[in-house]
């Protein structure tokens, strides 16, 4: 039986100690950490995601600034807004929820927000030190896979590492977080050939794909230790992820449950950005 990495009981831990790192912060300096989420429009998945950083906001002691902007906010009013944002020290971090309307231009829209605010790390400076390896801030997701294999003391370096997914917010990060550990990485997509046999081959397989149950035991090395990004919703409004869980977990060392494994880590990992950029952006290195 594998042993489960719980993205709930980590995300406590790291939450615990980022309000203990808040309070010495606002202690020695008078310095809240500002988050500012810019919601367009009413995607009832994305005004949930928005409560919840609100909410951990909250918990941690942040400031939370939210701009509930309607469906017909045109690319200019929210370019404005981002540029008043970029220039407002009491604003640490500056997130606009995904996905924007159709109308408006998501690139163009991150790429205004101020790199050293760029909390989700989606501009490409950040993804660009990401790939040097002299980052400030990563990619949530993928940090919070880090932290889940950290915490339950994996080895990285040296392992057969595969990803499976190559999206510039999960796996293409993901896969250059394992390389710089020293894994030796493989992505794959969708047109890779012979899948099955890529990923059996794995020390640690980290899925991001977005199809229900598509990593099946037979894809699973005995011992592997095994990632489950995807979130999907079933016909029976019940969560699951990308792996057929119940059949994999009896092969794996470790596994990740959906809900409950990355899931949570995600919006931990954006108040630790947050808090860092807060630092960087008042000179204060850790
Ligand atoms: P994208 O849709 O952007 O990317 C999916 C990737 O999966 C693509 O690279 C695609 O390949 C690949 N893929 C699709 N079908 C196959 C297949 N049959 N075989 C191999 N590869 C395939 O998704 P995201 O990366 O944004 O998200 C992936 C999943 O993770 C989703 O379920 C999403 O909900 C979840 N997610 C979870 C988060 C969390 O906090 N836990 C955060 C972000 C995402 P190709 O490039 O060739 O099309």
């Known amino acids: 039986m594998a042993q489960l990495m719980s993205g709930k009981i980590v995300s406590a831990q790291v939450r615990e100690n980022l309000k203990k790192e808040t309070e010495a912060l606002i202690e020695s300096t008078g310095i809240y950490p500002g988050l500012a989420v810019i919601l367009v429009g009413h995607d009832p998945a994305s005004q949930v995601y928005v409560r919840n950083k609100q909410l951990a906001c909250e918990e941690l002691g942040f400031h939370a600034f939210e701009y509930k902007l309607s469906e017909n906010t045109t690319q200019e009013q929210l370019l404005d807004l981002i540029r008043v944002l970029n220039k407002d020290a009491k604003v640490h971090g500056i997130l606009v929820q995904l996905p924007l309307p159709d109308h408006l231009d998501e690139q163009s829209v991150l790429y205004a927000i101020a790199p050293e605010k760029d909390v989700d790390a989606f501009h490409p400076m950040n993804v660009g030190k990401i790939m040097i390896g002299s980052y400030d801030v990563l990619p949530c997701t993928p940090a919070g896979v880090m932290e889940l294999l950290d915490a339950a003391g994996v080895e990285i370096a040296g392992k057969n590492c595969v990803v499976v997914g190559r999206s510039n917010i999960v796996g293409k990060p993901m896969a250059m977080l394992l390389l710089q550990r020293s894994g030796t990485v493989t992505i794959c997509h969708s047109r890779t050939k012979n899948l099955a046999e890529v990923c059996a081959a794995a020390d640690i397989l980290v899925v991001a794909i977005g199809k229900p149950k598509f990593i099946t035991a037979d894809m699973v090395k005995e011992g592997a230790v095994v990632v489950d990004v995807g979130i999907n919703r079933l016909e029976n409004k019940k969560l699951c992820g990308d792996v057929d869980f119940e ?16 899931g949570p880590m995600t919006i931990t990992m954006l108040m630790k950005n947050t808090l860092r950029a807060a630092k960087l952006q008042n000179g204060i290195k850790d």
């Open 247 to 262: 059949n994999v977990e009896p092969k794996a060392s470790y596994i990740t449950p959906v809900p409950g494994g990355v």
